[in-house]
């Protein structure tokens, strides 16, 4: 089993753990979906939810702190993620991809997912903060 976690490092060098949900990020600049010269740089970000718990969770709502290179932050709220409210069940997990641009070549991304338990308790899960810096250019 550890292999097995070990590799799942490997590919989402992100994580964070609130109770029994492991919330893991891999993030890629999309140089094709990039105007530098018009201010405008797009990452992908890879999100895989993991329920080690015994009980099954669902995603009803996400919060997202997306800050520039300027230290300005923009606050993202909503229902799901990509147009869904995930059930995730006990030793399984639950992945999606979405993106992100910004007006600068660097920033950060943190936030929280609200959850609700098999019990009808409700409870957030922390999205670990992750950077998002394009590579330099050669001009």
């Known amino acids: 089993m550890q292999r ?6 490997a590919l989402f060098p992100f994580h964070a753990t609130t ?7 891999a ?12 201010g405008r740089w797009f990452w992908a970000y890879h999100i895989r939810i993991e329920n080690v718990g015994d ?6 709502t996400r919060h997202w702190v997306i800050t520039d290179g300027r230290g300005a932050q ?3 709220d909503g229902d799901g993620v990509v147009g ?10 639950y992945d999606y991809v979405s993106g992100c641009p910004l007006n600068t070549p660097t920033g950060s991304m943190k936030g929280a997912y609200r959850m609700i338990g098999a019990d009808g ?4 899960v922390a999205i670990p903060h992750f950077a998002l810096i394009a590579p330099a250019v050669a001009e």
Not at 84 to 93: A, D, F, I, L
């Open 74 to 76: 923009h606050r993202v």
């Open 55 to 60: 009980q099954p969770v669902q995603l009803l």
């Open 4 to 9: 097995i976690s070990d590799a799942v490092n």
């Open 121 to 124: 308790e409700t409870f957030e």
């Open 84 to 93: 869904e409210q995930p059930v995730v069940q006990p030793g399984k997990s």
């Open 27 to 38: 993030v890629t600049f999309l140089p094709e979906q990039s105007e530098p010269d018009r």
């Open 19 to 25: 109770r029994d949900v492991i919330v893991h990020v």
